[in-house]
Nanobody, 120 residues
Framework: VQLQAYGGGLVQAGGSLRLSCAAS????????MGWFRQAPGKEREFVAA?????GRTNYADSVKGRFTISRDNTVYLQMSSLKPEDTALYYC?????????????????WGQGTLVTVSS
């Protein structure tokens, strides 16, 4: 599964941005989908995930109430009330088990990241 994440950019603090993740030439049905991020000099961290088929969601505490993950045949991450500390390279990932896992090790497929920069 080849994943492509897009929608990153430069935004001011307090602004919003929507990231998207799609699979090249195939459906994302059956996969649990997650978003992770990695800021410069920091380790990769979990952001949000959505399961299949019931769409159960899972969020990191740092983004609860600000970010929303959703899916159709594309997976979205709606980010609102952005903060400078949200600045990172954001990756989407797919898990064949269908779970909304917060563990990066559960995901078999990863896309290239899309950069989100939040200015203060």
């Amino acid at each position: 599964v080849q994943l492509q994440a897009y929608g990153g950019g430069l935004v001011q603090a307090g602004g919003s941005l929507r990231l998207s993740c799609a699979a090249s030439g195939r459906t994302l049905r059956g996969y649990g989908m997650g978003w992770f991020r990695q800021a410069p000099g920091k380790e990769r961290e979990f952001v949000a995930a959505i399961g299949w088929p019931f769409g159960r969601t899972n969020y990191a505490d740092s983004v609860k109430g600000r970010f929303t993950i959703s899916r159709d045949n594309t997976v979205y991450l709606q980010m609102s009330s952005l903060k400078p500390e949200d600045t990172a390279l954001y990756y989407c990932a797919a898990d064949r088990s269908g779970f909304a896992s917060a563990s990066a090790g559960e995901y078999e497929y990863w896309g290239q990241g899309t950069l989100v920069t939040v200015s203060s």
